[in-house]
């Protein structure tokens, strides 16, 4: 169900930009995904959303945005996609992050969005216009659209994904992959991680930032529970065997599968740690308009 709801505001700050493309706010148009990703962290009670199957809209998003960008003196990259993607399925009617994109670039300001939809080609005439100051991570856990069509059920497949990530590649847009999270049991064969990495690369991928396992904790580990009863029969005894309580949930391969990703990035130049991106797009660095700052 679609819910248009008012919001108070429209940008959060980061606290810790430089840990996040250099994103100093964060923006979530929508509140809740239409992709149902089976693991995802947004379910949790901490977040106080009582149907994650509802979408917020917050309506009136570009009024805020607007206002909020026009009072600011620092220049910065504004961040969508934390909690909710910024392109799930809605946003084919209502456009808002299309629309959002613009005002950012009108003011000055930079832009990272981090996605599971290949719906962000329809922004590259816009994407474009951000010049250096732009970043496009694509959520990618397996390559195997079989596999992710049950784990992700209504987001575009990881082909999709890939194609969107070359298409924005090829045109000069600085695009790279994250392999969060990696499903224990499911998703953390070192064939499938090979295969995801070597993927990513061929389709234009700059950088690579990953965690081989997964968050769980009270509201999302009930729903993920229900949903590997239902497609991976007898796997969440061995969740719960293993992992009980825990809200860290690392692969076994933990030790094993970081060294081959590491590896395999060193060797291919994949950027893998946030100092070295913001050297190589030195641009993600707040520009001051004025004197001082905020």
């Known amino acids: 169900m679609i819910k248009e709801v008012v919001a108070k505001g429209i940008l959060i700050p980061n606290k810790h930009s430089e840990n996040w493309f250099g994103a100093k706010y964060t923006m979530n148009i929508y509140r809740g995904c239409e992709h149902q990703c089976i693991y995802c962290d947004s379910r949790s009670a901490c977040y106080q959303i009582e149907n994650f199957e509802d979408v917020e809209v917050k309506i009136n998003a570009l009024e805020l945005l607007h206002k909020t960008l026009k009072g600011k003196r620092s220049k910065a990259i504004v961040g969508t996609g934390s909690m909710s993607d910024p392109y799930t399925l809605c946003e084919t009617s209502y456009t808002l992050t299309r629309r959002a994109l613009k005002l950012i670039a009108t003011y000055g300001f930079g832009i990272h969005i981090s996605t599971k939809s290949d719906m962000v080609r329809r922004d ?39 194609a969107a990530m070359k298409e924005l590649s090829d045109a000069g847009i600085p695009v790279g992959v994250l392999m969060m999270p990696i499903l224990p049991y499911i998703e953390d064969s070192p064939e499938g ?5 070597e993927s990513a690369l061929r389709h234009g991928a700059s950088f690579c930032f990953w965690h081989v396992g997964m968050t769980c904790r009270e509201g999302q580990r009930e729903y993920y529970y229900q949903k590997l009863d239902e497609h991976f029969p007898g796997l969440k005894e061995r969740y719960i065997q293993r992992y ?19 590896d395999f990035c060193d060797d291919n130049g994949l950027i893998t740690d946030f100092d070295s991106l ?13 004197l001082f700052s905020e």
Do not use: G, M, W
């Open 124 to 162: 590259l005439d816009i994407l474009k216009t951000f010049q250096n100051r732009v970043t496009v991570a694509f959520t990618i856990t397996t390559v195997d659209d079989r596999l992710a069509a049950l784990v992700e059920p209504f987001a575009p497949s990881p082909s999709r994904r890939l």
């Open 244 to 262: 009980r309580d825990r809200y860290v949930c690392d692969s076994p391969r933990l030790v094993e599968l970081h060294e081959r990703i590491r």
């Open 278 to 290: 913001l050297e190589r797009y030195p641009e993600h660095r707040a520009v001051q308009s004025a």
């Open 193 to 197: 991680i090979d295969r995801l990495l």
